[in-house]
């Protein structure tokens, strides 16, 4: 990761800077990083797609470390959503995660949100929370066809 992101979560700088060194770091798979991003606090918590609610940062962590035993994450993130206010940001994230298949490489979409609270430490993840996957980008409601209310 670059130092001046991980500098930049590490100091507080600002969510979107956090949630930056959080995908930075699972392309790297880069565990001591993505922990700086999150909050110090017991009820953080974390739901991978199709898996169970991971409460605390050494859940949290241990659940990270066992997926960067397959190696790092490929996750980008495509569109965010935002939702901001003095101590608090959500971040509605569209994912898009590299996955190798015996045909090759191939891209799937995920449905993320990331919220972060101002600490003491400055900005932190609170919590992240991943929908199941799919193979086609979601269109999202208002990039639909516009509706007529009667």
């Known amino acids: 990761m670059p130092k001046t992101k991980l500098r930049a979560a590490a100091a507080g700088g600002t969510a979107d800077d956090v949630e930056a060194a959080f995908y930075e770091a699972l392309q790297r798979g880069d565990i001591d990083a993505l922990m700086v991003c999150w909050a110090d606090e017991d009820e953080v918590f974390c739901v991978h797609p199709g898996g169970p609610r991971l409460v605390g940062t050494e859940a949290i962590r ?23 206010s003095l101590a608090s940001a959500v971040h509605n994230v569209l994912e898009r995660i590299e996955v190798l298949t015996a045909e090759g490489p191939r891209h799937a979409f995920v449905l993320a949100t990331n919220v972060y609270h101002k600490t003491a430490q400055g900005w932190r993840m609170v919590a992240h929370h991943a929908s199941p996957g799919s193979v086609h980008a979601p269109e999202d409601e208002d990039d639909a066809a516009p509706q007529t209310l009667h």
């Open 62 to 84: 241990a659940a990270f470390e066992h997926m960067f035993a397959n190696g790092a994450i490929h996750a980008t993130p495509a569109r965010v959503r935002r939702v901001e």
